[in-house]
């Protein structure tokens, strides 16, 4: 894998096309359940929502402090208003990933583990996988299709397989589950989303006109 390529142009449309997806949720869909086993669109809006808010402060240097790891800090805002909540903390990530000298800065990114360090490109990388992903989640929860250009989905593979399979993706709260194996043909995002453990065929079940946990 090639870390020090610049896939910011391409990390920006897909976190673009994620606030796209976004901006069609309402206050009524938070409680939907999504591919992310567990966890409803509240719950991932605010994942995703905090996760942008962490990504810019590791960019300017600020990665190492928790609170801006905590999706509890972001869930009212999210709640009062997903779309509004989440394009302003996209926007800031988009901001802070277009500083100069960012791709040779150091990431502080506590989730990997205590002192876990990268060079921001690798960062980068790390993050357009995710929203890659949770874009899809999103619109699939909605019932909606969602397509992304195919060099933003191919740029987003290598760094999809640099996440390892294993026990912590059982964990509580994980925001991938274990990898899903099939021998059947498949594009770049359906083996994104295998290997990140969504089933590339889930739809949101449909029992008396509400959806339901699958």
């Not at 969602?146 to 026990?167: E, H, I, Q």
Request: charge should be negative.
């Amino acid at each position: 894998m090639r870390t020090n390529d610049d896939i910011r142009p391409l990390h920006r449309i897909a976190v673009l096309a994620s606030v796209d997806v976004v901006s069609l949720v309402t206050a009524d869909d938070l409680a939907l359940a999504t591919p992310c086993v567990d966890w409803n669109l509240a719950d991932l809006l605010a994942h995703m929502t905090i996760q942008h808010r962490g990504f810019a402060a590791a960019a300017r240097g600020h990665g190492d402090e928790e609170s801006v790891w905590r999706p509890d800090t972001v869930a009212a805002a999210v709640a009062a208003d997903p779309a509004g909540a989440y394009a302003e903390a996209a926007a800031e990530v988009l901001d802070a990933f277009a500083s100069d000298g960012v791709l040779d800065a150091s990431f502080a990114l506590p989730e990997f583990g205590p002192g876990a360090a990268f060079p921001g490109a690798m960062a980068i990388g790390f993050h357009h996988v995710d929203y890659v992903v949770h874009g899809w989640d999103v619109a699939r929860t909605l019932g909606r299709s969602y397509a992304l250009a195919a060099d933003v989905v191919t740029a987003a593979v290598p760094w999809a397989f640099f996440v390892p399979d294993g026990d912590f993706r059982t964990f509580d709260g994980a925001p991938f589950g274990p990898a899903i194996r099939s021998t059947e043909p498949a594009g770049d995002l359906d083996r994104i989303l295998a290997h990140l453990g969504r089933a590339p065929q889930w739809k949101p079940a449909v029992l008396g006109g509400q959806q339901s946990k699958p």
